[in-house]
């Protein structure tokens, strides 16, 4: 059974920095595009970004490009999240999800596991 466990979510302030982190098991991962997703209060769950299974090809939505950056490392099987000019619209509970190869990446129904999530606050 896949499992995927969020971590380094917190409370920053509008400009800050900050990274989230994915770790997998149960599963092989090295061969998993993963990806993350956001959902705040009273949203539809949406993109954000995107990584393919040897890290080659990355995704973004428009709302985080040129601010984050999603890398991987598949010898500890955990997916990251690097946010930057954090912003109060980026506030939601962000999630990562794993898909098998060869799928939409910015589709969420496209995406087999999820995390439970991890909260990001960005006050102004």
């Known amino acids: 059974q896949v499992q995927l466990v969020e971590s380094g979510g917190g409370l920053v302030q509008a400009g800050d920095s900050l990274r989230v982190s994915c770790a997998g098991s149960g599963g092989t991962f090295s061969r998993l595009n993963m990806g993350w997703f956001r959902q705040a209060p009273g949203k539809e769950r949406e993109f954000v970004a995107a990584?393919?299974?040897?890290?080659?090809?990355?995704d973004y939505a428009d709302s985080v490009k040129g601010r984050s950056t999603i890398s991987r490392d598949n010898a500890k099987n955990t997916v990251y999240l690097q946010m930057n000019s954090l912003k109060p619209e980026d506030t939601a509970l962000y999630y990562c999800?794993?898909?098998?190869?060869?799928?939409?990446?910015?589709?969420?129904?496209?995406?087999?596991?999820w995390g439970q999530g991890t909260q990001v606050n960005v006050s102004s």
């Open positions: 999800a794993v898909q098998y190869p060869g799928r939409w990446y910015d589709r969420r129904t496209e995406y087999d596991y």
């Open positions: 990584i393919d299974w040897s890290g080659g090809t990355t």
